[in-house]
């Protein structure tokens, strides 16, 4: 498991963002645990975003929340090239936000074997053959 740190300090209307990535080359990570922190009294929303800052993009958030960690029901995966976006709105103007993620980086050797185990295996349908009631020609 690694783990990433990053801090920001954020704008005088409290908002501000973070971003962890791009996954390097021929990578994939699988984020199992996603943590932030904002200093001051304000509870700022801190929404995460693979790529880019828009609604279909959202993959987290955190409402109202100075404190929180999140560990994902499901892991979010971030592909090569691809970014988490961490973004916060509403703090205190000039507070100090902090993100830190946990993710497993998995090589394409990793990933196909685990695909391979999580796909399940069919079986090929038996066929029986028979004869029909000339006794000539098969019964399938």
């Not at 004869?131 to 098969?138: A, I, M, R, S, T």
């Given at each position: 498991m690694t783990t990433d740190s990053r801090q920001t300090i954020l704008d005088a209307s409290g908002d501000g963002?973070?971003?962890f990535g791009p996954v390097p080359s021929g990578y994939r990570w699988r984020i199992g645990r996603i943590a932030i922190d904002t200093s001051g009294a304000a509870t700022p929303n801190v929404t995460a975003f693979v790529?880019?800052?828009a609604s279909t993009s959202i993959v987290d958030f955190s409402p109202a929340?100075?404190?929180?960690?999140?560990d994902e029901a499901t892991a979010i995966d971030l592909e090569?090239?691809?970014t988490l976006i961490m973004q916060w709105d509403a703090a205190d103007a000039l507070a100090v936000a902090s993100a830190r993620i946990q993710y497993e980086q998995q090589s394409p050797a990793v990933q196909s074997a685990i695909e391979e185990q999580q796909t399940p295996k069919r079986k090929?349908?038996?066929v029986t053959a028979g004869?029909?009631?000339?006794?000539?020609?098969?019964k399938w």
């Open positions: 963002t973070i971003i790529n880019s800052i929340q100075r404190r929180n960690i999140a090569q090239g691809e090929p349908a038996m004869y029909g009631d000339d006794g000539l020609l098969p």
